[in-house]
């Protein structure tokens, strides 16, 4: 069955310091990955998408993410955080390729700035 | 504004009572997704729909039900058959082309508590 991991569950950054958040997946076909951002409380959007091509997307707020399949990872990098950062992120699948009815989220990880 | 509406931001019943929350877009936007999102799990698919009067479960839809009789509107009914119903409900959107993938927008979220 197609999985995503993210194996941290809270991480602590300093503002102005670099971020990068793990994503393992397990899906047997190209896989369709995302990033999203949710706020407390709120609902979730979207940060950045990879369906092939360039294995280094680029995504709002000034979030990338890189695809390495050798390692069936994408994670999620920020040279520069900013308070504004806090949240919680989640990394996605979508199993049903160009379906767009099943997304498969990771756990999630919790992102504190710390001044 | 174009976007998703959910409410209430928050709902308590009592233990057995059915109850539906309500969520309404007008994006004019083909298809809708209710999730489930509980502390430590990320999110899980309830029911999604592609087309109006047409419905399909997802992972985890014993205990409630859904409808969709209008293009707008995806009400999700959660039933005194559902065992653990407290949770943060989302419901999402999309352009459901078929032939390529968009992105799911997302509601604010209902909290929704059972005494």
């Known amino acids: 069955a197609q999985s995503v991991t993210q194996p941290d569950i809270h991480i602590t950054v300093s503002e102005g310091a670099s971020l990068e958040l793990r994503c393992n997946y397990s899906?047997?076909?190209?896989?369709?990955l995302f990033w999203y951002v949710q706020s407390p409380g709120q609902g979730l959007q979207l940060l950045l998408k990879?369906?092939?091509?360039?294995?280094l997307v680029q995504g709002i707020k000034g979030f990338e993410a890189e695809f390495k399949r050798s390692q069936s990872s994408f994670n999620l990098r920020k040279p520069s955080v900013h308070w504004s950062d806090a949240a919680e992120y989640f990394c996605a699948v979508d199993r049903s390729n160009f379906g767009n009815e099943k997304l498969t989220f990771g756990t999630g990880t919790r992102l504190t700035i710390i001044p | 504004d174009g976007g998703i509406t959910q409410s209430p931001k928050y709902l308590f019943r009592k233990e057995g009572q059915n109850v539906t929350l309500s969520c309404e877009q007008n994006?004019?936007?083909?298809?809708m997704y209710w999730y489930r999102q509980d502390p430590g799990q990320g999110l899980r698919l309830i029911y999604y729909s592609q087309i109006v009067n047409d419905f399909q479960k997802g992972d985890i839809a014993e205990g409630y039900s859904v409808s969709r009789e209008k293009k707008e509107s995806f009400p999700l009914t959660v039933t005194s058959a559902q065992k653990n119903p407290t949770a943060f409900y989302l419901c999402?959107?999309?352009?459901?082309?078929?032939?390529?993938?968009?992105?799911?927008?997302f509601g604010p979220g209902t909290r929704l508590t059972v005494l």
């Open positions: 999402a959107s999309s352009i459901a082309s078929g032939t390529a993938y968009n992105e799911q927008f």
């Open positions: 990879y369906f092939s091509g360039d294995t």
């Open positions: 994006l004019n936007h083909d298809a």
């Open positions: 899906y047997g076909a190209t896989p369709y």
